[in-house]
């Protein structure tokens, strides 16, 4: 088995040593420097406070002395700067003042969104119910379209630079960069793994050349869609980033059954009621797939350090999961290489095995960072 090595604290230099340690504090976050934060927002606590399902962040719902509760967020240290959490937080302001239902940050006291507390960035927000939906019908794909054509419409006025794109080198060639060098690639699959990885990174860098980008949501799932009171509501918008529209336009279907992509033509005819979108850019979504695929093994590997990691997927690191991992990245590969598209064409040649001629169904599951059974 094989997982990322540990890292002696005598082997670190200052600097690091003090990230490290800023580290440590966010994921033994304790309820009473919770409190704390929310305290220093101004805001009156009962002191009752409970965790909420979030990976990357830490979150917590909190009550405050009137009964209402807000949300805090606690953002894992190293992953943004202040100026790209503002950015977040300025894209979700502006679709709040176009009446989109996306939740804002709350003000602190001195007007800002983020404050820091062990140097740790948090922000507040106002508790937003609803329920995740299960799966899409064609009347509420539609109207997710709908939704998300607003989005970008805010999102193309936005030429934030804070935020980041969404490229190869940050999805795979950096995650794959880490594996390799950190040695959490077992020797066996070592050279297959990062042949595919490299071949997707090409593909997508190949396609998504002149295609036009704008800010997005980034992340947008079932596990992201709230349904209250008629409306839907689009959450955590963590992922923000500049990059291709049709990224917001495959995770809440991305099968490649019938029914799925019956479900996309209804979300993409919703969309398109609202703006246009080149419906050639649609050859991306493979390529985007693959990528998130590596992004996805590279997210657990450098996280497994956090105990809710290992908790959460204890087969990581298995000769299994590697095999696994290795096999369905080359047959991704492989499909792209089997594109009709001119466009989406990379030659593989003899570099990758033959496809499964029956790959498994694909579920929305395959690609939630924090989704729950």
């Given at each position: 088995?094989?997982?990322?090595?540990?890292?002696?604290?005598?082997?670190?230099?200052?600097?690091?040593?003090?990230?490290?340690?800023?580290?440590?504090?966010?994921?033994?976050?304790?309820?009473?420097?919770?409190?704390?934060?929310?305290?220093?927002?101004?805001?009156?606590?009962?002191g009752?406070?409970?965790?909420?399902?979030?990976?990357?962040?830490?979150?917590?719902?909190?009550?405050?002395?009137?009964?209402?509760?807000?949300?805090a967020?606690?953002?894992?240290?190293?992953?943004?700067?202040?100026?790209q959490?503002?950015?977040?937080?300025?894209?979700?302001?502006a679709?709040?003042?176009?009446?989109?239902?996306?939740?804002?940050?709350?003000?602190?006291?001195?007007?800002?969104?983020?404050?820091?507390?062990?140097?740790?960035?948090?922000?507040?927000?106002?508790?937003?119910?609803?329920?995740?939906?299960?799966?899409?019908?064609?009347?509420?794909a539609?109207?997710?379209?709908?939704?998300?054509?607003?989005?970008?419409?805010?999102?193309?006025?936005?030429?934030?630079?804070?935020?980041?794109?969404?490229?190869?080198?940050?999805?795979?060639?950096?995650?794959?960069?880490?594996?390799?060098?950190?040695?959490?690639?077992?020797?066996?699959?070592?050279?297959?793994?990062?042949?595919?990885?490299?071949?997707?990174?090409?593909?997508?860098?190949?396609?998504v050349?002149?295609?036009?980008?704008?800010?997005?949501?980034?992340?947008?799932?079932?596990?992201?869609?709230?349904?209250?009171?008629?409306?839907?509501?689009?959450?955590?918008?963590?992922?923000?980033?500049?990059?291709?529209?049709?990224?917001?336009?495959?995770?809440?279907?991305?099968?490649?059954?019938?029914?799925?992509?019956?479900?996309?033509?209804?979300?993409?005819?919703?969309?398109?009621?609202?703006?246009?979108?080149d419906?050639?850019?649609?050859?991306?979504?493979?390529?985007?797939?693959?990528?998130?695929?590596?992004?996805?093994?590279?997210?657990?590997?450098?996280?497994w350090?956090?105990?809710?990691?290992?908790?959460?997927?204890?087969?990581?690191?298995?000769?299994?999961?590697?095999?696994?991992?290795?096999?369905?990245?080359?047959?991704?590969?492989?499909?792209?290489g089997?594109?009709?598209?001119?466009?989406?064409?990379?030659?593989?040649?003899?570099?990758?095995?033959?496809?499964?001629?029956?790959?498994?169904?694909?579920?929305?599951?395959?690609?939630?960072?924090?989704w729950?059974?």
């Amino acid at each position: 088995m094989t997982h990322p090595p540990d890292v002696s604290a005598a082997d670190l230099s200052t600097t690091e040593r003090a990230s490290a340690e800023v580290t440590r504090l966010f994921v033994g976050l304790t309820p009473d420097r919770v409190l704390a934060a929310v305290d220093a927002a101004g805001l009156e606590t009962t002191g009752l406070c409970y965790p909420l399902n979030s990976f990357e962040n830490r979150v917590y719902e909190v009550e405050l002395a009137d009964r209402s509760r807000v949300v805090a967020k606690f953002y894992r240290p190293g992953r943004w700067r202040r100026g790209q959490v503002e950015a977040e937080h300025r894209f979700l302001a502006a679709l709040a003042a176009e009446e989109i239902p996306a939740c804002p940050a709350l003000p602190f006291p001195d007007g800002g969104t983020v404050a820091t507390i062990d140097g740790i960035l948090y922000s507040l927000w106002r508790r937003q119910g609803g329920r995740v939906p299960d799966e899409l019908d064609p009347a509420t794909a539609a109207r997710l379209g709908r939704l998300v054509a607003r989005v970008h419409t805010v999102g193309s006025r936005l030429a934030d630079s804070d935020r980041p794109d969404l490229d190869a080198d940050r999805y795979a060639r950096q995650p794959v960069a880490w594996m390799a060098e950190s040695g959490v690639l077992p020797p066996s699959i070592r050279d297959r793994y990062l042949t595919a990885a490299a071949a997707i990174a090409d593909a997508y860098e190949q396609q998504v050349d002149g295609v036009g980008r704008h800010l997005l949501h980034g992340d947008l799932h079932l596990g992201n869609l709230l349904r209250r009171d008629g409306l839907l509501w689009l959450v955590d918008f963590d992922d923000a980033c500049l990059g291709p529209p049709v990224q917001d336009l495959w995770l809440a279907v991305p099968g490649r059954d019938e029914e799925s992509l019956r479900l996309r033509q209804a979300l993409l005819a919703g969309y398109e009621e609202l703006r246009e979108l080149d419906r050639s850019t649609l050859a991306l979504i493979e390529p985007l797939r693959g990528l998130r695929m590596i992004r996805y093994t590279g997210w657990i590997a450098r996280r497994w350090h956090d105990p809710a990691f290992p908790a959460a997927w204890p087969e990581f690191g298995s000769d299994d999961f590697w095999r696994t991992a290795t096999d369905d990245l080359e047959a991704q590969a492989r499909a792209l290489g089997t594109r009709p598209d001119p466009r989406a064409t990379v030659d593989l040649g003899a570099r990758l095995p033959e496809p499964p001629e029956d790959p498994s169904e694909l579920t929305n599951a395959d690609y939630f960072w924090d989704w729950e059974n």
